[in-house]
């Protein structure tokens, strides 16, 4: 059974970090590239960060560029992802997703295979 399982939401302040993770199983995560997207109350799924397994190249979206790091950690099929200087219009449910073989800054564009359920995270101002 393929599962993609996040963790690391909650609260914080602004200015603050927080590092939420995605655990995945079932599928060989080396062939795969991981994304994290983020959906605001009332807004569009966005795609926030991805990067590629098998290389480790990675993709960030300019609204977070410089401010949140995505890491993988292979031999625990985990990827992480980073937040630091936490703005209040990050607030959203994050959620990981998983693409098979395809380069990071596609992986925020096309159709993922698998998805999360999503952890939310607040920003307070």
């Known amino acids: 059974e393929v599962q993609l399982v996040e963790s690391g939401g909650g609260l914080v302040q602004a200015g603050g970090s927080l590092r939420l993770s995605c655990v995945a199983s079932g599928f060989s995560f080396d062939d795969y590239a991981i994304g994290w997207f983020h959906q605001a109350p009332g807004k569009e799924r966005e795609g926030v960060s991805c990067?590629?397994?098998?290389?480790?190249?990675?993709y960030y979206a300019d609204s977070v560029k410089g401010r949140f790091t995505i890491s993988s950690d292979n031999a625990k099929n985990t990827v992480y992802l980073l937040m630091n200087t936490l703005k209040p219009e990050d607030t959203a449910v994050y959620s990981c997703a998983a693409v098979f073989r395809t380069s990071p800054r596609r992986c925020l564009q096309t159709d993922m295979d698998y998805w999360g359920k999503g952890t939310l995270v607040t920003v307070s101002s």
């Open positions: 990067i590629s397994i098998r290389d480790g190249k990675s």
